[in-house]
């Protein structure tokens, strides 16, 4: 059996049984495929791909389907991952822009990436680390109980509400606000704490206490933002699915609400194949995503934080791929400089 006609083989068994969740027979291949030789040549070609584990019989059928190492050849031999049409680039866009909220965009991300591709859909928050302070605000709330927001230039805002342990006027906060503001602006969030002694020692004695107390503020602020975090969208799709999840959709729901579990997967995957990483089946560590497949890619400056669907194995993988990448660089490009 020749390499081009084992794959155009297998191609059209994946094919067949991603549109029609049947196990897919030499017949069928015969008759819905022209591949120009007989169908007694086809059930040998199957016989080849199943001795080398690239197909299989479900027990109760003569026809086969694709296994994970199947699936895995076909997604290797993708040569070029189909663009999007024009109305799914024209949704994509009218979703996405309009907001420079990070919180706001990453939702509207997850929501439009899982309609795209009836997956569940998953975005990593950027890594913030890096991220650059644009602004301080300090709101008086009570005498002694001040908001305490910090804006990234990457458009993620945190704030927290914290007791200064004195009693400020307005005009005392604002001066704080000022003193911190001019000198902070533009450091990296990652170099924050390195940064507020000189700002805390350079406020007047009377002052001090509320400024170690701002401090302290900006400095949780600055951490929680840099905290790995996720939003999904789509889990419902899962259950729709069930066909594809004989054993249970319980363990990939559990990957999924345990995010570390799924921050840790997207963080070790690859991006080998035109930008976009794929694990199938039983190449994901995670025993609970034995049946599914991941199709991911990064996003953002560095590409460091990743956005992308998991789903069954028998999925449309071209398509899949090819909105995930559609997707990352929207994003890329609202939330670039």
């Known amino acids: 059996m020749s390499e081009p006609r084992k794959l155009e083989v297998l191609r059209a068994i994946v094919e067949d049984y991603v549109h ?16 120009g030789v007989s169908s007694a040549t086809i059930r040998n070609d199957m016989a080849a791909l199943e001795e080398e584990g690239l197909i299989t019989a479900p027990h109760t ?34 979703l996405l822009e309009g907001s420079d909220d990070l919180d706001d965009v990453l939702e509207r991300t997850v929501r439009l990436l899982s309609q795209l591709t009836n997956q569940v859909a998953v975005v990593q928050y950027p890594h913030l680390s890096r991220a650059l302070i644009r602004h301080i605000e300090f709101v008086l709330l009570a005498p002694r109980k001040v908001l305490v927001v910090l804006i990234a230039d990457s458009g993620k805002v945190e704030q927290r509400v914290i007791d200064v342990g004195q009693d400020l006027g307005d005009d005392a906060l604002a001066g704080l ?32 206490q509320a400024a170690q107390a701002l ?36 363990p990939v729901l559990e990957a999924l609400e345990e995010q570390v ?16 990483a794929v694990s199938i089946g039983r190449e994901n560590p995670y ?27 028998r999925m449309d993988y071209p398509t899949t791929m090819a909105a995930v990448r559609a997707v990352a660089r929207y994003l890329s490009r609202i939330l670039g400089p």
């Open 61 to 94: 059928s003569a026809g086969r389907i694709p296994t994970d190492k199947g699936y895995r050849l076909f997604v290797d031999q993708i040569s070029a991952v189909k663009p999007l049409s024009q109305a799914e680039r024209r949704a994509i866009q009218s």
């Open 261 to 276: 579990v799924m921050l840790r997967l997207l963080s070790e995957m690859a991006q080998d194949h035109h930008g976009v």
């Open 177 to 208: 606000r000022t003193r911190f503001l001019g000198s902070l602006a533009g450091t990296p969030l990652g170099q924050l704490g390195q940064s507020l002694p000189a700002v805390v020692s350079a406020v007047s004695p009377g002052h001090r």
């Open 287 to 313: 025993d609970g995503l034995a049946e599914a497949s991941v199709v991911a890619t990064g996003y953002g400056p560095d590409s460091a934080a990743k956005v992308g669907i998991l789903g069954p194995t």
């Open 20 to 35: 029609s969740r049947e196990p897919v027979g030499s017949k069928a291949l015969v008759e819905r495929h022209h591949l």
């Open 215 to 250: 401090a302290q503020g900006l400095e949780l602020l600055a951490h929680s933002s840099r905290e790995d975090r996720m939003v999904m969208a789509g889990t419902a799709n899962l259950a729709r699915s069930n066909v594809d999840f004989p054993l249970s959709i319980g």
